[in-house]
Structure formats: C-alpha cells, structure tokens
C-alpha cells in the first residue's frame, strides 16, 4: 500500500466510496477475509479504516491527488506508508492490471510520489 490510513482516522467512511480501487476496508478483518493484506500494526482493533497495498496506486492512473485524503475531514489520516514506497512505474502498472477495464491515464499522479 503505497498509503496508509493513520490513527487519526475517526471511521466517518468519506474515503470508501472514494477509492477507484477499492483498496479501502472499514476493519482491518473485512480486508484480510477477502484475501487483502494490510500493512503490519494497522486497524488492529478494528476500529479504523485501512488500506490494502496490494490494490492502492495512490490513484496514479486516475487522479492527480489521492481521493482518500483529498475527502478526508480530517486532513491528515491518509498518508504515505513509510514501509511501501513505490515509484510512478509500478502504481501505474498496478492501476492497469487490477483495473483491465478501466482508461489509465499515465499523466495522471501527484507530486508526493516517492521512490
């Protein structure tokens, strides 16, 4: 998961509907029982949203900013995971397999891509 959602997240379910990937989960449970992994010590109690980094490209390919943070009223939730970061290449490579029938746009990524 190139992001990831951080404690301050208050469960308010602005960034599920926003994700074009569907990378999204409202517990950390409902991620794993689809066959997701999500990144070591996030929403273990199930009480935040998480991310599974198998299926997020931080919206390269379909936005040019993350729409999780981008709707987040918190402002400061989703965030880049420091363990997972991934260059332009690999997100858009990602955004064209999970999404085969989707447009993928490769001018489209933000400044904060790292890697």
């Not at 689809?34 to 490209?57: A, F, K, M, P």
């Not at 390919?61 to 997972?84: K, L, T, W």
């Amino acid at each position: 998961m190139a992001l990831m959602i951080n404690d301050n997240c208050i469960a308010c379910d602005a960034c599920l509907p926003a994700c074009p990937n569907n990378a999204i989960f409202d517990k950390r449970s409902a991620g794993e029982e689809r066959g997701y992994h999500i990144g070591e010590g996030q929403g273990v109690d199930n009480s935040i949203y998480v991310i599974t980094y198998e299926r997020c490209t931080e919206c390269v390919g379909h936005f040019d900013e993350p729409q999780c943070a981008s709707v987040c009223p918190m402002g400061d939730c989703c965030v880049p995971d420091p363990v997972r970061a991934e260059s332009k290449e690999v997100l858009l490579e990602r955004a064209e397999r999970i999404n085969p029938n989707k447009v993928i746009h490769s001018d489209k990524a933000w400044q904060g891509v790292r890697g």
